[in-house]
T-cell receptor
Framework: KNEVEQSPQNLTAQEGEFITINCSYS?????LHWLQQHPGGGIVSLFM???GKKKHGRLIATINIQEKHSSLHITASHPRDSAVYIC???????????FGTGTSLTVIP | NAGVMQNPRHLVRRRGQEARLRCSPM?????VYWYRQLPEEGLKFMVY????????ESGMPKERFSAEFPKEGPSILRIQQVVRGDSAAYFC???????????????FGPGTRLTVL
């Protein structure tokens, strides 16, 4: 059983659509990261959050600590948003992050 | 301010050889983390180091794998006698604060893709 579950696993959208990627986790956490990974590429940290909501450009991340759930939203999606989006959580104890398996997003022009 | 650097970006080894992966953290960061991403799987924690110390190696296989972060120079992840199952992408991350700090944010390197023939 994975501590972090993401949905959907794969997502195809038309350019301009509003996109939501979900992350549920089973442990008590002190922080949650949303990461972006391009094919064959490195990993970029998009957000780190422990409560509430954060916005950066067209990206919005929310977290509900009580429900152990976070969402990543992309408004006005663009083909360059095509990537794998990964949710990672840091439990209250221990040094490591637990990662979801990622959501592969393809935005079609 | 350069980001996290990893080299080589791609590494090919034959079974039984040694693989050495290097990671230079961001300037001013003294905390380094190694992660492994197997094909079609998510990232998995391997080891957490602070300068000259291994803090947590609970995710690292007990045999053939070792890691160090010397006082001078990059962090090294060493895999001895590689096997095909070691083929994966290995990512390094660094942080300014310790892993347990509230505002610990990790910055990732581009990864080293290891292929074992």
């Amino acid at each position: 059983k994975n501590e972090v579950e993401q949905s959907p696993q794969n997502l195809t959208a038309q350019e301009g659509e509003f996109i939501t990627i979900n992350c549920s986790y089973s442990v008590g956490i002190s922080a949650l990261h949303w990461l972006q990974q391009h094919p064959g590429g490195g990993i970029v940290s998009l957000f780190m959050l422990s409560s509430g909501k954060k916005k950066h450009g067209r990206l919005i991340a929310t977290i509900n600590i009580q429900e152990k759930h976070s969402s990543l939203h992309i408004t006005a999606s663009h083909p360059r948003d095509s990537a794998v989006y990964i949710c990672a959580v840091r439990p209250h104890t221990g040094n490591q992050f637990y990662f979801g398996t990622g959501t592969s997003l393809t935005v079609i022009p | 301010n350069a980001g996290v650097m990893q080299n080589p970006r791609h590494l090919v080894r034959r079974r039984g050889q040694e693989a050495r992966l290097r990671c230079s953290p961001m300037k001013g960061h003294s905390h380094v983390y190694w992660y492994r991403q197997l094909p079609e799987e998510g990232l998995k924690f391997m080891v957490y180091l602070q300068k000259e110390n291994i803090i947590d190696e609970s995710g690292m296989p007990k045999e053939r794998f070792s890691a160090e972060f010397p006082k001078e120079g990059p962090s090294i992840l060493r895999i001895q006698q590689v096997v095909r199952g070691d083929s994966a992408a290995y990512f390094c991350a660094s942080s300014l604060q310790s892993a347990g700090a509230v505002n610990n944010e990790q910055f990732f390197g581009p990864g080293t893709r290891l292929t074992v023939l």
